[in-house]
């Protein structure tokens, strides 16, 4: 025992996500993106703890989760499963509307309206929108650097300058 699903599809070249929805598919574990557990076939190969922080006082400062570690047959269990039923379970697709929002890319529709009433931003929104996020995130350290750097600074070199004694030319 001992192998997160992360771990896993690395065995795989999948995400620790798609891990997970490749194992639902494949019926070793039920239920949606972040709240999944394990089936009958899934015990076979996982086994899950419990943890809780357990501190006291309000129920928002007690988190508690659960963790899945898999065996390392689960792996060739998968595989096998895959050759024999590539598509897993479900007749058609098996995701559930929870899994396509997960699989959308950013800025795409994936509610197969068609519309095209938001379109993506181009790369010229993007810089502007960086650009200002960088000034509000600089913003607050622009006048103390300005005070404590950059004024005393010219400000002795200023001073060097003026003490300087003026070089006198030999014209003979």
């Known amino acids: 025992m001992g192998k997160s699903a992360r771990v896993l599809g690395w065995e795989f070249g999948r995400t620790a996500r798609e891990m997970n929805a490749l194992l639902k598919e494949h019926g070793y574990l039920y239920g949606n993106p972040g709240a999944y557990g394990l089936t009958e076939k899934g015990q076979q190969y996982a086994e899950e703890q419990y943890h809780?922080?357990?501190?006291?006082?309000?129920?928002?400062y007690n988190p508690s989760w659960e963790t899945r570690t898999w065996s390392d047959e689960t792996a060739a269990a998968i595989r096998a499963d895959m050759q024999v039923n590539p598509g897993g379970f479900g007749v058609g697709s098996s995701s559930t509307k929870e899994e396509e929002h997960y699989r959308c890319e950013p800025f795409v529709d994936c509610n197969g309206s068609g519309?095209?009433?938001?379109?993506?931003?181009?790369w010229k929104e993007l810089a502007?929108?960086?650009?200002?996020?960088?000034?509000?995130?600089?913003?607050?350290?622009?006048?103390?650097?300005?005070?404590?750097?950059?004024?005393?600074?010219?400000?002795?070199?200023?001073?060097?300058?003026?003490?300087?004694?003026?070089?006198?030319?030999?014209?003979?």
Do not use: C, M
Request: no cysteine; glycine share 10%; proline share 10%.
């Open 128 to 172: 502007i929108g960086g650009a200002v996020v960088g000034a509000l995130l600089i913003a607050p350290h622009a006048k103390p650097l300005w005070n404590n750097k950059v004024k005393p600074a010219a400000k002795r070199l200023r001073d060097r300058f003026a003490k300087q004694e003026p070089v006198e030319s030999t014209d003979s």
């Open 115 to 122: 519309d095209d009433e938001d379109p993506a931003p181009s």
């Open 52 to 60: 809780s922080r357990g501190t006291g006082g309000y129920a928002q």
